[in-house]
């Protein structure tokens, strides 16, 4: 039996923004990035009211359809509770379309106080991670920033299908059920991150739809060794994260829809340093050990890139 949550209970989660791929670890790596999204929720007697400020108030719906009202609501359904009013307060600071993992930050902030308010009607109904990381990548479709911004620090995300052995009354079998995976990794403490984020935005879908269906042997084999070797990279070895980082699956098939990202890789990885397309673009990220060169600081605004250093981050966190 669904439970109503009672009037006045206040809660708020600070989410941090992701970087997915980070090269040539597709849908599976991913790294919690030190800029956040708030979300403060109280709830009321009756009805739903939502402020958003800063990044994407002028062109996001204020009203049921929000994505971050979604997850709240799915947070408390899984929980068994419901309100009948909501007071919800979002500050975006992570930049939108533009490869930050800004929509599952809100996903995983809006379950996330969607859960701690069930939690606060009955302790028993903590959520653990592993089911925030399952309620998020439902959402999301997909782990791998989903992840980053429950656990922190850097993920290696995965999916399995649990098929069901028995038909249905009908006789017909159950769809599969997707079963959402993550490990969090201690990233080794040298490892620094910084972000070049340009003001055009990217589509996901578009440049995923530029990917093709079939790759070729080679070129899978590629990013098998070096998603194997990042993960020694970023853990143990930093020195080793320029060959690690390097990708034949997806960056250049994206490259014609991401010039001046594509460029920025070429230049940063001509350099040495370990350079990738941020999830699915325009942002680059960038993982060094020491200063991030002044001159190519000066360069990146010069070309309208914004340059940040936002450190690795730990998962959301719930007050």
Do not use: K
């Amino acid at each position: 039996m669904t439970r109503t949550l009672p009037a006045g209970l206040s809660v708020l989660a600070r989410v941090p923004a992701s970087s997915a791929n980070l090269g040539p670890g597709f849908d599976s790596l991913g790294m919690a990035l030190g800029i956040y999204d708030e979300i403060e929720v109280r709830t009321t007697d009756s009805g739903l009211t939502i402020r958003v400020e800063g990044e994407g108030a002028d062109d996001v719906p204020w009203g049921p359809s929000h994505l971050v009202v979604r997850a709240i609501e799915r947070g408390l359904e899984s929980a068994g509770v419901w309100a009948d009013g909501l007071d919800v307060v979002c500050r975006n600071v992570i930049p939108h379309s533009r490869g930050l993992g800004s929509s599952a930050s809100a996903v995983v902030g809006g379950l996330a106080v969607g859960c701690a308010l069930a939690a606060e009607l009955d302790p028993t109904l903590v959520t653990g991670t592993d089911q925030l990381v399952q309620l998020a990548s439902e959402f999301e479709g997909h782990p791998d920033n989903a992840a980053a911004s429950v656990l922190g620090g850097v993920v290696v995300s995965w999916t399995e299908t649990d098929r069901p052995a028995d038909a249905g009354a009908d006789g017909t079998a159950a769809a599969p059920t997707r079963i959402y995976r993550a490990v969090r990794l201690e990233p080794h403490p040298d490892l620094r991150a910084v972000v070049l984020i340009p003001e055009e935005r990217s589509s996901t879908a578009h440049t995923r739809g530029l990917l093709p269906e079939v790759v070729p042997h080679g070129d899978a084999a590629f990013n098998l060794s070096r998603a194997a070797l990042a993960v020694v990279a970023l853990t143990q070895r930093p020195d080793l994260l320029l060959p690690a980082t390097a990708d034949r699956l997806h960056q250049g098939q994206r490259a014609p829809a991401l010039p001046l990202t594509t460029a920025w890789i070429h230049r940063l990885r001509a350099a040495g340093i370990a350079a990738t397309v941020s999830g699915a673009g325009p942002t680059v990220l960038a993982l060094v050990t020491s200063e991030f060169p002044p001159e190519l600081r000066e360069l990146a605004a010069q070309e309208g890139l914004r340059v940040v250093e936002p450190g690795l981050a730990e998962g959301v966190q719930v007050d």
